[in-house]
């Protein structure tokens, strides 16, 4: 049974930084794509980002392009968010995702078929 376990959220003042990690077990095959959604109160799961498991390629939400780093270890079987310049509104639950087969949208929560736990990321003014 494929399980996605997160760890690294916290309460961090606005401009500092936090790492989550996203540790994937029990897959006999590799993932195609792994992406990072959010949700804060009261509005919708959005994408953060994403990294294609082959090529390393990343891609990410405007609101968070050159603050978000997405990155992964092939050999853990982990990918990480690095997150630099914190603000309140990043306040919200975070997600690690994965999608198993080619293809899909990197955008959209349906196209990905397994989830984490979610881990809360607090950011105060």
């Known amino acids: 049974q494929v399980q996605l376990v997160e760890s690294g959220g916290g309460l961090v003042q606005a401009g500092g930084s936090l790492r989550l990690s996203c540790a994937a077990s029990?897959?006999?095959?590799?993932?195609?794509?792994m992406g990072w959604f959010r949700q804060a109160p009261g509005k919708e799961r959005e994408f953060v980002g994403s990294?294609?498991?082959?090529?390393?390629?990343?891609s990410y939400a405007d609101s968070v392009k050159g603050r978000f780093t997405i990155s992964r270890d092939s050999a853990k079987n982990a990918v990480y968010l690095q997150m630099n310049s914190l603000k309140p509104e990043d306040t919200a639950v975070y997600y690690c995702a994965a999608r198993s087969a080619y293809g899909g949208s990197r955008y959209l929560s349906s196209d990905y078929n397994y989830w984490g736990q979610g881990a809360q990321v607090t950011v105060s003014s």
């Open positions: 990294i294609a498991w082959s090529s390393g390629t990343t």
């Open positions: 029990g897959m006999p095959f590799s993932f195609y794509r």
